[in-house]
């Protein structure tokens, strides 16, 4: 949990950190709007101010990987990949100070979208800049 890693941090100095971004206990830490990753930050980086944060999450969502840079995390790796890549991310976090493979920094495209056009060809596919007024994928 939040209170314990915190405690760990502060009295080991570690060179590098493996965190858990949903690392349970964040409300504990008093800070309830933050996922646990991001409320250790908070907390550890000032106490432990040479240990760099390798973040871990089964999620790649630009919002996850976002709030934890912000907080201090030097680098994002998601669950399920091999024992290399956990490697090279730890290593290149304490030899270079940051982390982030292709999978966090690869933009995923936006599904194409079909909306009616009363003023063009019936249905028209595009990359969902359809007018703003646009709500349905039905015709109106």
Known sequence: DVPSAVTIIA????????????????A???IPDAS???AVLRRASPLAP?????ALSVSDAAE???RVIRAGARGYITKGRDIDQFTEGLRKVLDYG??????VTTPTPAPPCIWWNHWASPWKTSSCNA?????TNTPH
Do not use: C, M, N, S
């Open 11 to 26: 009295d080991v100095q570690p060179d590098v950190v493996l965190l858990d971004v949903h690392l349970p206990g964040a």
């Open 28 to 30: 504990d830490a008093g």
């Open 36 to 38: 646990g990753g991001e």
């Open 50 to 54: 040479q240990t760099r944060f390798l």
């Open 64 to 66: 996850d990987v976002v």
């Open 98 to 103: 940051f982390y982030f493979p292709p999978e």
């Open 131 to 135: 007018p703003a007024w646009i709500t």
